[in-house]
């Protein structure tokens, strides 16, 4: 078979999307290496991610720029990618961020990783929110089949979008391979380098309100104002939207010289700071998989989440739950940890089985099975 998938996420530094884009890639060309697999985008990849496919990836894939003309770049989805499929002879093209070619016969698969966007609309700009209305429908319906990371997003997919469940395909996501628990002298070397304390909290995704970092920092306030200690909050990831609140709660209290917004960083300052944080914690009001958490479990860190679907069937009971935006809840739940070295272990060990439970080679056997059905239909 010659597999298309969508590469337009690496375009981009790799966050969520991007990484489940190029990890499934690597692990199905690893899976099927009499089959060929591209990257495919309309524009030129970044040298980061040729090096990364050159040296750690077997031979049948490759990254493709397909050169589209003005239009073709400007209409990818519905004139420059259907005219580089057909022009390719690609056997099935995957959309692995939530869209397909239109007005394309060929087979297709599409990834819809959450429906945050139809659901919380609120916490997403306007504009793409009124985008994902529109198209989500159309692409739904497009797609030979559907793969989702959860049994909770295929039902809000099937129920919210009108699709049987029988289109619909669960493929849990993956911690990378590369987060594990990092050498304390590494782990040193890069806590000093970002200024970070031995008690430290973290959190790692976009800055963006979905990720209810408000509930957190709140919570973090009440901890410095009500107890005697005084941890750091290091928040991890690039500044997203519609976070004005935030930011005006934080310019309000005093938790500044207390806090570490480090911005995005890369592989090894993450596995160094999940390995070394005292608890990680991920508020997030809606996720339709969650790796981070999963990423600080794999990496041995004691891990409290949200009380929501998603973490439930994920998650489990590895991870301390609190309702998502009860602040004192959350309050009372780092202070518990953070005074509880056997509770930090219990955490820490439980986290460390559930994450092993997820792989990118079982992902790719479970995507690989979908192509096959689809191949199978027509």
Not at 150 to 160: A, L
């Amino acid at each position: 078979m010659r597999i298309g998938l969508d590469g337009f996420p690496l375009l981009t530094p790799r966050t969520g999307v991007g990484h489940y884009t190029f990890e499934l890639a690597r692990a199905l060309a690893r899976l099927g290496p009499a089959d060929a697999f591209e990257l495919v985008a309309p524009g030129p990849f970044p040298s980061s991610v040729i090096e990364d496919i050159r040296r750690n990836c077997p031979d049948n894939l490759r990254a493709v720029n397909a050169e589209a003309n003005w239009i073709g770049r400007r209409r990818w989805w519905t004139v420059g990618l259907p005219l580089y499929l057909k022009r390719a002879s690609l056997d099935l093209f995957h959309g692995t961020n939530y869209e397909v070619p239109l007005w394309n016969r060929r087979r297709s698969v599409l990834t819809i990783h959450d429906l945050s966007i139809l659901l919380h609309p609120d916490t997403h700009p306007a504009e793409l929110a009124r985008r994902a209305r529109r198209r989500l429908p159309v692409m739904a319906r497009s797609a030979s089949m559907i793969i989702t990371p959860t049994e909770s997003v295929k039902r809000e997919v099937s129920e919210r979008l009108k699709v049987d469940p029988e289109k619909i395909v669960v493929t849990p996501e993956a911690p990378r391979r590369d987060f594990q628990r990092m050498d304390l002298e590494k782990v040193a070397e890069t806590k000093q380098r970002l200024g970070l304390e031995d008690e430290f909290i973290l959190f790692v995704g976009t800055v963006e309100p979905r990720k209810n970092l408000l509930t957190l920092v709140r919570a973090f306030d009440q901890i410095l104002r009500q107890t005697s200690r005084r941890p750091q909050l290091v928040v991890v990831g690039a500044e997203g939207w519609l976070m004005d609140e935030l930011f005006a709660f934080i310019k309000e209290s005093s938790i500044s010289d207390r806090l570490l917004l480090t911005g995005y960083l890369d592989d090894d300052d993450l596995r160094a700071l999940y390995s070394s944080c005292r608890v990680f914690v991920y508020p997030s009001i809606y996720e339709g998989f969650g790796l981070p958490p999963l990423e600080a479990m794999a990496c041995g860190a004691p891990v409290i989440a949200s009380n929501i679907a998603t973490f439930r069937e994920t998650l489990g009971s590895a991870a301390q739950l609190f309702e998502p935006n009860d602040v004192e809840g959350l309050a009372r739940s780092i202070v518990e940890i953070l005074g509880d070295e056997d509770r930090r272990r219990t955490l820490s060990r439980s986290g460390l089985e559930q994450a092993a439970k997820f792989s990118w080679e079982r992902t790719a056997q479970l995507t690989f099975e979908v192509y096959r059905e689809v191949m199978s239909q027509t």
